[in-house]
């Protein structure tokens, strides 16, 4: 069976035997394998069953080995040995007999005819379908793992729940969170998955220097503009950063639910996200910033100094 990273599904296989003159438990064996595959389980491999009979005294003095149990083989001086594997190796054995015992010579010839049969099921069951179906069966529900940080999964609940109902109300998906930072989400709407891991993707996306976005004006004030551009996570357009040109005041040239495309300037010491709007802008030829500026001045002569934000004439540059 596939492991729980690879396929985080608790799976439950049933079969129906509706008559029987042989070993039901191997027919099922096979059948599992085959429905398995069908229905797009990864198993890493097929699995097949035979039930080998047995006719004998009671002594097991002479006896005789039969491949695929039948109802007679299971009755006094028979036996049930059923054995199940890959083409690899057995998975799983189950014995009952009628005799006293069997003799050693038994058992060993006993293993090897079955491996024989096993492989030839293989084989006929490799005709019919060879490998999982790369996509699972349309009737189950899709299970999807997303890996975050323990330490924001308040962030994906939410003070008392809200953000976490909130999500699965507009999404129609079921979520467990682990507290290992283990998410996972389940649906059979495909559209509501892909809305929900994007939406817990943003929630939980820790923001890095030169990263752009699309965000919206979510508050103004004089000295910038606030711009929303993940869930929860705001950040600043200084005055400065909005235009090449002087800007004012921000509400000169933005509104509240602008949409506007910045970029991630730094995380300061305090962990606020300062933003660029002109950083995305061509910047006009000649132009000079507070920076250039004081570079001119570093490099020697008589040049612009002040360390302020907008900069301004100071004295001689060193």
Same mark, same amino acid.
């Given at each position: 069976? %596939?492991?729980?990273?690879?396929?985080?599904?608790?799976?439950?296989?049933? =079969?129906?035997?509706?008559?029987?003159?042989?070993?039901? =438990?191997?027919? =099922?064996?096979?059948?599992?394998?085959?429905?398995?595959?069908?229905?797009?389980?990864?198993?890493?491999? %097929?699995?097949?069953?035979?039930?080998?009979?047995?006719?004998? #005294?009671?002594?097991?003095?002479?006896?005789?080995?039969?491949?695929?149990?039948?109802?007679?083989?299971?009755? %006094?001086?028979?036996?049930?040995?059923?054995?199940?594997?890959?083409? +690899?190796?057995?998975?799983?054995?189950?014995? #009952?007999?009628?005799?006293?015992?069997?003799?050693? +010579?038994?058992?060993?010839?006993?293993?090897?005819?079955?491996?024989?049969? !096993?492989?030839?099921?293989?084989?006929?069951?490799?005709?019919?379908?060879?490998?999982? !179906?790369?996509?699972?069966?349309?009737?189950?529900?899709?299970?999807?793992?997303?890996?975050?940080?323990?330490?924001?999964?308040?962030?994906?609940?939410?003070?008392?729940?809200?953000?976490?109902?909130?999500?699965?109300?507009?999404?129609?998906?079921?979520?467990?969170?682990?507290?290992?930072? !283990?998410?996972?989400?389940?649906?059979?709407?495909?559209?509501?998955?892909?809305?929900?891991?994007?939406?817990?993707?943003?929630?939980?996306?820790?923001?890095?220097?030169?990263?752009?976005?699309?965000?919206?004006?979510? *508050?103004?004030? #004089?000295?910038?503009?606030?711009?929303?551009?993940?869930?929860?996570? +705001?950040?600043?357009?200084?005055?400065?950063?909005?235009?090449?040109? *002087?800007?004012?005041?921000?509400?000169?040239?933005?509104?509240?639910?602008?949409?506007?495309?910045?970029?991630?300037?730094?995380? +300061?010491?305090?962990?606020?996200?300062?933003?660029?709007? *002109?950083?995305?802008?061509? !910047?006009?030829?000649?132009?000079?910033?507070?920076?250039?500026?004081?570079?001119?001045?570093? =490099?020697?002569?008589?040049?612009?100094?002040?360390?302020?934000?907008?900069?301004?004439?100071?004295? *001689?540059?060193?």
């Amino acid at each position: 069976m %596939p492991t729980e990273t690879d396929f985080p599904y608790t799976i439950r296989v049933v =079969s129906e035997v509706l008559g029987s003159n042989g070993s039901s =438990s191997m027919a =099922s064996t096979c059948g599992s394998t085959l429905a398995l595959m069908d229905a797009g389980v990864p198993i890493k491999k %097929p699995v097949a069953g035979i039930a080998m009979g047995l006719a004998s #005294d009671r002594m097991c003095k002479k006896w005789r080995i039969l491949t695929d149990l039948q109802d007679v083989e299971d009755g %006094p001086g028979g036996m049930d040995f059923k054995i199940t594997g890959t083409r +690899d190796g057995v998975t799983a054995i189950q014995m #009952d007999t009628k005799t006293e015992g069997l003799p050693w +010579d038994l058992v060993k010839e006993t293993f090897v005819r079955a491996r024989a049969a !096993r492989l030839e099921i293989l084989e006929a069951m490799g005709k019919v379908i060879s490998a999982p !179906r790369s996509e699972l069966s349309p009737y189950a529900p899709r299970i999807i793992t997303i890996n975050i940080n323990p330490d924001q999964i308040r962030d994906v609940i939410g003070p008392g729940g809200k953000m976490i109902n909130k999500i699965i109300a507009e999404t129609g998906v079921s979520i467990d969170i682990e507290d290992d930072g !283990r998410v996972f989400i389940t649906s059979t709407d495909t559209l509501g998955m892909e809305k929900a891991v994007n939406w817990i993707k943003e929630l939980t996306h820790e923001v890095t220097a030169g990263e752009v976005y699309d965000g919206t004006v979510v *508050r103004l004030e #004089d000295f910038g503009a606030f711009i929303n551009i993940l869930p929860g996570q +705001d950040g600043l357009v200084h005055v400065s950063e909005i235009a090449w040109s *002087r800007t004012n005041k921000p509400s000169d040239v933005l509104k509240l639910g602008d949409k506007v495309k910045v970029k991630v300037k730094e995380i +300061d010491n305090l962990g606020r996200i300062n933003l660029s709007m *002109r950083a995305l802008l061509p !910047r006009p030829e000649g132009f000079m910033t507070v920076e250039d500026h004081s570079r001119a001045s570093c =490099s020697g002569g008589r040049g612009f100094g002040g360390g302020r934000s907008g900069g301004g004439f100071g004295g *001689r540059g060193r």
